[in-house]
């Protein structure tokens, strides 16, 4: 199958009006994929993917960054500025202090100038050093949201990231980080999937001009046992109407949700089925089905035991 032409989204609190490619391949260790982060990413770019997923507390960094110096060796892409390129600064990070070494460490273990986007990975903050996960609540020490993100804005002004934003913000964060917020978050990346549609907090982003980008499309990277989605009856009927997979039908529902999403694929194979969501659509019916499917958050926090206030009731 030829790649597809990925439509892209204009971030608005981003230097040079950046676009971001709807579909982008998700690096998080610890699901099933088989193969190499480098041989994912290199594969990824030969298929037509231009918008890559990393995070600091995925150990990813290198190995995409090795993917990408080798495809400009390869002429795969002519330059850098071709790619769109996200981390995420982790909760050992979330001082003030901290954030621009924390960012210049990223880009040099990346081998790249510059970030499109940084996302503070969870609004936690612990210790500085090394913690272990789930995180020990007894590690958690005052997020210093507005120190945080005005650290993160002096990032976007030194031209180290074109974007910044969050992750797994609820809405009551999101209102208190616009209250002082000179540069908006261009993205909250959150978890969205069928079996977890977010509808009052896609809401509220739409309203902010802020970008949704959905993690766990398929609610795969962290399920054990029996997947709300791709075990799903109801999207096996909707899938068979099509002629599609489970996995096209969550992810042309994202794309029809106005969302951008990161999914991970390391099989060449699935990799270019999840591209191929672009030239069909769902139905009114399809949505009556889907609006059936019982909701449950996958993921619900990175601490032992999980926090009361992480979500804030949402
Ligand atoms: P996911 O993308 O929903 O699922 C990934 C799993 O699904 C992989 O095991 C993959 O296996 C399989 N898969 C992919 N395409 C498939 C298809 N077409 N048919 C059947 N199986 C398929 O889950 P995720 O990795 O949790 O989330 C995606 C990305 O979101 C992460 O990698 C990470 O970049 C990001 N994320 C961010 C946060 C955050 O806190 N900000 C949290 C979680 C995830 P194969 O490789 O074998 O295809």
Redesign the pocket.
């Known amino acids: 199958m030829t790649a597809p032409k990925v439509p892209e989204v204009v971030l608005s609190s981003s230097s040079g009006q950046r676009k971001m490619p709807v579909i982008g391949l998700?690096?998080?260790p610890g699901?099933?994929?088989?193969g190499t982060t480098k041989d994912a990413v290199l594969e990824a770019i030969k298929q037509g993917y231009r918008h890559f997923?990393?995070?600091a507390a995925?150990g990813v960094e290198q190995s995409v960054g090795e993917a990408i110096s080798e495809a400009l060796k390869l002429g795969l892409i002519s330059s850098r500025d071709e790619l769109f390129v996200t981390s995420?600064l982790w909760v050992t990070d979330n001082h003030p202090e901290l954030i621009v070494p924390a960012l210049k460490k990223s880009l040099r273990t990346l081998q790249l100038e510059y970030l499109d986007l940084i996302?503070i990975?969870?609004p936690i903050t612990t210790k500085p050093g090394e913690v272990k996960y789930p995180i020990e609540v007894s590690e958690i020490v005052e997020f210093d949201m507005k120190g945080v993100w005005t650290s993160l804005e002096e990032c976007q002004k030194l031209g180290l990231t074109k974007a910044i934003g969050a992750?797994?913000f609820s809405i009551k964060k999101l209102e208190k980080l616009l209250s002082f917020a000179t540069i908006p978050p261009a993205v909250n990346?959150v978890?969205v999937?069928l079996g977890w549609q977010q509808q009052k907090l896609r809401a509220f982003c739409k309203e902010k001009g802020i970008i949704v980008t959905a993690?766990?499309?398929?609610?795969?990277?962290?399920s054990k046992g029996a997947n709300l989605v791709?075990d799903n009856d109801i999207l096996k009927e909707l899938a068979d109407a099509h002629g599609k997979?489970i996995?096209?039908i969550c992810l042309r529902w994202l794309y029809e949700q106005g969302l951008t999403f990161?999914?991970?694929?390391?099989?060449k194979e699935?990799m270019n089925?999840?591209l191929q969501i672009f030239d069909w659509s769902l139905t009114e019916d399809d949505y009556k089905k889907i609006s059936e499917i019982h909701q449950e958050r996958l993921?619900k926090g990175l601490t032992k035991p999980l926090l009361d206030d992480l979500w804030d009731k949402e």
Request: no cysteine; hydrophobic share 35%; proline share 2%.
């Open positions: 998700g690096t998080a699901s099933i994929s088989k997923d990393a995070a995925y995420k996302l990975h969870w992750s797994n990346q978890e999937n993690f766990s499309p398929l609610r795969k990277g962290a791709m997979t996995a096209q990161v999914v991970k694929s390391y099989d699935r089925q999840n993921i």
